[in-house]
């Protein structure tokens, strides 16, 4: 795995768990001081953060696929390349394919997190300015 690859995952799983908490929190309070009967504001927050999370939820499962299938096709084209092309073989190496393979969990789990760490941070921005209105 490289730095730079750690280093990224690190900051998206550091966001995500600075943001979910406040996000959370808002929600909660938010949905507390509604009551039994949300305004339409409230309503309309409350149907928002569901469809917010299945959409992230697509688009992490997406960018996971994709990058999946991209791995898959370095992964088929090392070998291939170096028999096409011999002379470039120097370059193809197993041991280089198992290392390339262990980064690619952290690659896969990067592109995951994108998507969700957007959204929460976007969350939190948008609802700690928000005005809290009282009844």
């Given at each position: 795995?490289s730095?730079?690859?750690?280093?990224?995952?690190?900051?998206?799983?550091?966001a995500i768990?600075?943001?979910?908490?406040?996000v959370?929190a808002?929600?909660l309070?938010r949905?507390?001081?509604?009551?039994?009967?949300p305004s339409?504001?409230?309503?309309?927050?409350?149907s928002?953060?569901?469809?917010?999370?299945?959409?992230?939820?697509?688009?992490?499962?997406n960018?996971?696929?994709m990058q999946?299938w991209?791995?898959?096709?370095?992964?088929?084209?090392?070998?291939l390349?170096?028999?096409?092309?011999?002379?470039?073989?120097r370059?193809?190496?197993?041991?280089?394919?198992?290392?390339?393979?262990?980064?690619?969990?952290?690659?896969?789990?990067?592109k995951?997190?994108a998507?969700?760490?957007?959204?929460?941070?976007?969350?939190a921005?948008?609802?700690?300015?928000?005005?809290?209105?009282r009844?």
């Open positions: 795995m730095r730079r690859s750690r280093n990224s995952l690190a900051r998206h799983s550091a768990a600075w943001t979910a908490p406040q959370v808002h929600r309070a949905m507390a001081l509604a009551g039994p009967m339409l504001r409230d309503q309309r927050e409350f928002r953060m569901g469809a917010e999370k299945v959409a992230a939820f697509y688009e992490s499962w960018a996971m696929w999946c991209r791995i898959q096709q370095e992964m088929w084209s090392a070998p390349r170096a028999v096409w092309f011999p002379w470039q073989a370059s193809y190496s197993p041991a280089r394919q198992m290392r390339a393979l262990g980064s690619a969990t952290s690659r896969i789990l990067e995951g997190l998507p969700v760490r957007k959204r929460t941070v976007a969350n921005r948008r609802l700690g300015h928000a005005k809290r209105r009844r």
